[in-house]
């Protein structure tokens, strides 16, 4: 360009002209010949110029059609792109609400393809509009399969935000991204953040009108009472469902189906404040309305499965068995054996079968569990992690501790690679190896794993949570075996003082806080204070669940073993023969409990000086503990001392 611009200056001067009159003077001969040679540089720097000139065009040319093809080909490319998200958008889609096993592997298999699209959407073409909120929304699903929750968290955001920018406040693609987000939320543990992304989609739908928006409303008020029980703020949860219960029934009649998924976390509410007979109530009313609806068999199962576990909270657990049992024969019959809903009534069958002390029906039911989550979700996903701690727990209770605590450990680094640090899951997942270490002995290092995860709770859920409380109780007991009883009556305290504000007075919860203070003032040898404690506790469980309830064996146990300590055989006899009976009708004489109250009944038939009653009793009591345990369990080790200290009396421990 700069040669050009100086040839173009020199042609402007004329200089043609010029050498034509130089040529005609009388000038030398000498003089002329140098003005030729200058004449024909010219000449030559004329036609460099044109072709110059030719050639700047051309390349003009050249770039234009270039530029222009290039910007054809991008819009080629986008347009091919927007076809291909498109079309993979509607195959997700199609499957996106399926729980099929064939389905959820299409979901798995199409992930990576999202993954591609989000991020040339993203980066490549900054493509950020409905589209691209659709793709961020599924590919989010698909790392959910994963169990990839923080991910899915991040890319649920990031539409988020996109939708705030590209839509309007009130649209429902806005909604639906901060519906899931929130559910999200809810799986990572950040509860308090969860209540918030719901409240704005209340907001949402508060300005919309019309029956669908009041109905989406009753379903996010639900969603947001879950979220709150959850934190433990029990009242408000019931508030807000009772709110939703009202918008249900103004729209659709109060025996219509649409109130019942309400009724349902009404009476599931009720029984976690304690109240299982009320709970009991209102699932019948469920039941009515949906046999009234003829509603399918198949499509009762959550309503007997909350009755099953209502059952469970009344005590009747053979009758939660035999729910939980009809509920999988009917999901087996309807889908097949590898549903992930089956995965789910096995492991609640499974806390049955562990109520009752059928440890190995426990265990197969999670093994199968196992099986079925790590099939269709991976053996890396948190359902799987869930599936290993309550694994682990019935093995512990089986008496292999070394199995247990490898199960928590697989459990824990499932949990880290998709939880954060404080996520109430991993804090169950180190509680159990905590009971474990205390169980062996390691009673320093339980006490620092319990402290970790007081500490973890009281960060998640503030200070005011019964899973706090039971946490506390836990600590109190480490305490209490490491001879610290003071400090573990101040611990149970805590504990008690705190479901007495969570719950009230009169929930369970407190009587079973009764039983454990009881424990405490009797290892501190105050003998009238544990008496008082305890006698509280039965008076308190004999209300609520009347004279038979499995719930009073463990008070039971404590008051014998406290008038065995006092040297009052007989009051022992008559309340461990009660408790006794009542293991009998409830779980059966090979549960560890029956063995349990024969082994302390055995004590007082001994310090009556019925010597072989007591060894008839204890014997019966370590053939069933030898049935269900490994023989180096404590248990077994210390009914065999009962049985060897004859020379004694014997102030039997309560396990």
């Known amino acids: 360009m700069v040669i050009l611009l100086i040839i173009r200056r020199c042609q402007s001067q004329n200089k043609t002209l010029f050498f034509s009159k130089?040529?005609?003077?009388?000038?030398?001969?000498?003089?002329?010949?140098?003005l030729i040679r200058v004449l024909c540089r010219q000449a030559l720097?004329?036609?460099?110029?044109?072709?110059?000139?030719?050639?700047?065009?051309?390349?003009?040319?050249?770039?234009?059609?270039?530029v222009r093809g290039v910007a054809q080909q991008r819009k080629l490319q986008l347009q091919q792109f927007v076809q291909a998200t498109k079309v993979l958008l509607?195959?997700?889609?199609?499957?996106?609400?399926?729980?099929?096993?064939?389905?959820l592997a299409m979901k798995r298999m199409l992930g990576p393809q999202l993954q591609y699209f989000v991020n040339c959407m993203l980066t490549k073409f900054n493509f950020k509009n409905r589209v691209s909120v659709r793709a961020l929304k599924f590919y989010a699903d698909s790392l959910l399969l994963l169990g990839e929750l923080v991910k899915a968290e991040e890319a649920l955001e990031?539409?988020?935000n996109i939708a705030l920018q590209c839509f309007n406040p009130t649209d429902l693609d806005?909604?639906?991204?901060?519906?899931?987000?929130?559910?999200?939320?809810?799986?990572?543990?950040?509860?308090?953040q969860t209540a918030g992304v719901l409240e704005q989609c209340i907001t949402i739908i508060e300005q919309l009108d019309g029956e669908d928006m009041l109905s989406k409303e009753s379903e996010l008020l639900n969603e947001l009472a879950q979220v709150h029980s959850n934190i433990g703020n029990l009242n408000y949860a019931n508030s807000l469902l009772e709110r939703s219960l009202s918008i249900k029934e103004s729209l659709h009649g109060s025996m219509s189906l649409e109130i019942c998924d309400t009724l349902s976390r009404l009476a599931m509410l009720r029984n976690k404040k304690g109240e299982p007979n009320q709970a009991h109530s209102q699932l019948q009313r469920v039941m009515r309305i949906q046999e009234r609806h003829d509603v399918p068999r198949h499509e009762f199962g959550s309503t007997l499965c909350n009755m099953a576990a209502v059952n469970a909270a009344l005590g009747e657990h053979e009758k939660s068995k035999v729910l939980y049992q009809s509920v999988l024969a009917t999901q087996e019959r309807q889908y097949g054996q590898w549903y992930p809903e089956i995965a789910t009534t096995l492991s609640n069958l499974a806390m049955v079968?562990?109520?009752?002390?059928?440890?190995?029906?426990?265990?197969?039911?999670?093994?199968?569990?196992?099986k079925i989550r790590s099939r269709v979700y991976g053996r890396k996903h948190p359902l799987v992690a869930s599936t290993l701690t309550n694994l682990a727990s019935v093995v512990f209770t089986m008496g292999d501790m070394k199995e247990s605590m490898k199960l928590n450990e697989d459990a824990l680094e499932i949990q880290k690679a998709c939880y954060p640090d404080a996520h109430p899951l991993v804090a169950v997942t180190l509680k159990n190896m905590a009971m474990i270490e205390n169980s062996v002995g390691n009673l320093d290092k339980a006490k620092t794993l319990y402290e970790r995860v007081l500490q973890m709770e009281e960060l998640v859920y503030g200070e005011l949570h019964p899973a706090v409380a039971s946490t506390l109780n836990n600590l109190a007991d480490t305490v209490l075996e490491q001879g610290e009883t003071a400090k573990a009556a101040v611990l149970f305290q805590r504990a008690?003082?705190?479901?007495?504000?969570?719950?009230?007075?009169?929930?369970?919860?407190?009587?079973?806080?009764?039983?454990?203070?009881?424990?405490?003032?009797?290892?501190?040898?105050?003998y009238d204070g544990a008496k008082s404690k305890l006698m509280m506790s039965l008076q308190m469980k004999e209300k609520r669940y009347g004279e038979d309830h499995i719930n009073l064996v463990p008070t039971l146990m404590n008051l014998g073993d406290l008038f065995n300590l006092t040297k009052q055989p007989q009051r022992a006899k008559d309340v461990l023969t009660r408790g006794l009976k009542i293991c009998e009708k409830r779980v059966g004489m090979k549960h560890p409990d029956s063995a349990k109250m024969l082994r302390l009944l055995g004590n007082s038939f001994y310090l009556m000086g019925d010597?072989?009653?007591?060894?008839?009793?204890?014997?019966?009591?370590?053939?069933?503990?030898?049935?269900?345990?490994?023989?180096?369990?404590?248990?077994?080790?210390?009914?065999?001392?009962?049985?060897?200290?004859?020379?004694?009396?014997?102030?039997?421990?309560?396990?």
């Open 22 to 34: 130089v040529l005609q003077s009388k000038s030398c001969k000498t003089h002329k010949l140098q």
């Open 45 to 66: 720097l004329i036609a460099l110029i044109s072709a110059l000139e030719t050639l700047n065009t051309l390349v003009k040319q050249w770039y234009q059609r270039r």
């Open 90 to 103: 509607m195959t997700y889609e199609k499957v996106y609400e399926s729980k099929e096993p064939t389905d």
């Open 158 to 160: 990031t539409a988020q």
């Open 174 to 192: 806005l909604f639906d991204i901060l519906r899931d987000r929130a559910s999200v939320l809810a799986r990572l543990g950040e509860k308090e």
């Open 353 to 370: 079968h562990m109520a009752l002390g059928e440890y190995e029906e426990a265990k197969d039911c999670l093994i199968r569990t196992q």
């Open 496 to 526: 008690m003082e705190t479901n007495e504000i969570v719950f009230g007075k009169d929930h369970p919860d407190i009587a079973r806080n009764l039983n454990n203070l009881g424990r405490a003032f009797k290892e501190m040898g105050d």
């Open 611 to 655: 010597l072989p009653t007591s060894e008839r009793l204890l014997n019966k009591s370590l053939d069933i503990l030898e049935g269900v345990y490994d023989t180096d369990h404590p248990y077994i080790l210390a009914t065999r001392a009962d049985l060897g200290a004859c020379s004694r009396p014997v102030g039997a421990r309560v396990f």
